[in-house]
């Protein structure tokens, strides 16, 4: 399926650089070293969502409270630096590099408390962030990969709870893995990601042998720790599996919510529950949702996805 001029200039806006430099490199095909991919780069920290992130950043480098990492979802410093990675930024950038600090000091300490023994989900984002950020080298990245391999369950797939099994909402070690470069996958790794693909192929991505889960079938950013029908061909489009047939049904799912300008919507934020009454029930911990774009309307970032994703299924067949 082809990107429409319209849809692909819309992309392009220089309102969003961070949206633009990606486009730039995964729809047009531009090398890093073009000069409008290098512009666009350089003003991802300066314009758009990124800038809005960083303002408001403390000066010990933190978001929201000092003493968590991870607290009020969605806005404390977890949540924004995943986002950061998302939208492109690296430890170029100092306010990346204060953040990161925090992180290496306070979660992956070599005594105490650490995330390595932590929920599989937490580790994936962790891994995937400070990969994104241009960490993947230091030792304790590869220890958090190690701890992925070693949390797969026995069907292939991951779980954030004691299981056996592995679940669909256990997306983020094989989203860790697709930021990883190939070459610098070791061998347990590639059979992890072999395991973990077929897991998912196997369930055609929206599967889990359950009650359908209609927040799988939405599209949202950010996604947090969530999993839904977008995030599922993502992350098993960038690891090569784009032309298996079994991808077939989350596709139609996917070009069947594009709009007739070309464009997808965003269509929930998170917390999102099945009946999308989050409001109306007793959360265990507070949440503060966060948003780029606004709900119901056309989203640059879903847009960007979603055309990234049917070009590299397009590139496969």
């Not at 230091?138 to 992925?148: H, M, S, Y």
């Not at 077929?198 to 939405?218: S, T, V």
Request: hydrophobic share 35%.
């Amino acid at each position: 399926m082809q990107a429409s001029d319209r849809t692909i200039s819309w992309l392009l806006e220089g309102n969003q650089p961070a949206v633009r430099y990606r486009a730039l490199l995964d729809l047009l095909d531009r090398p890093k070293n073009d000069p409008g991919v290098r512009r666009a780069y350089s003003a991802i920290p300066t314009t758009g969502w990124a800038f809005d992130i960083l303002r408001k950043q403390k000066p010990a480098g933190h978001w929201a409270r000092p003493n968590s990492l991870y607290r009020p979802k969605y806005i404390a410093t977890n949540w924004m630096a995943v986002i950061l990675s998302d939208l492109g930024l690296t430890k170029d950038n100092a306010q990346v590099r204060k953040a990161t600090e925090l992180f290496f000091k306070e979660w992956m300490r070599k005594e105490g408390p650490n995330i390595f023994q932590d929920e599989v989900c937490l580790v994936g984002n962790t891994a995937r962030m400070l990969t994104r950020f241009g960490y993947g080298e230091d030792a304790r990245v590869k220890r958090l990969f190690d701890r992925l391999v070693d949390d797969q369950r026995d069907n292939g797939g991951w779980h954030c709870r004691p299981s056996a099994n592995g679940t669909l909402d256990g997306w983020e070690a094989l989203a860790a893995f697709a930021v990883l470069p190939a070459a610098k996958r070791s061998r347990r790794i590639k059979r992890a990601i072999e395991r973990g693909a077929e897991f998912y192929l196997e369930r055609e991505l929206i599967d889990d042998g359950g009650p359908k889960y209609y927040p799988w079938f939405r599209l949202h950013y950010p996604v947090h720790y969530y999993y839904d029908v977008l995030v599922g061909l993502d992350a098993i489009t960038r690891l090569g599996y784009g032309g298996d047939r079994r991808l077939g049904r989350a596709l139609d799912i996917l070009k069947a919510k594009r709009t007739s300008d070309g464009r997808w919507p965003l269509e929930r934020i998170h917390p999102d529950p099945a009946n999308y009454a989050w409001g109306k029930h007793n959360l265990r911990w507070s949440v503060k949702p966060f948003r780029l774009e606004e709900e119901g309307k056309p989203s640059k970032w879903i847009t960007l996805t979603a055309l990234g994703i049917l070009r590299r299924v397009e590139d496969a067949s």
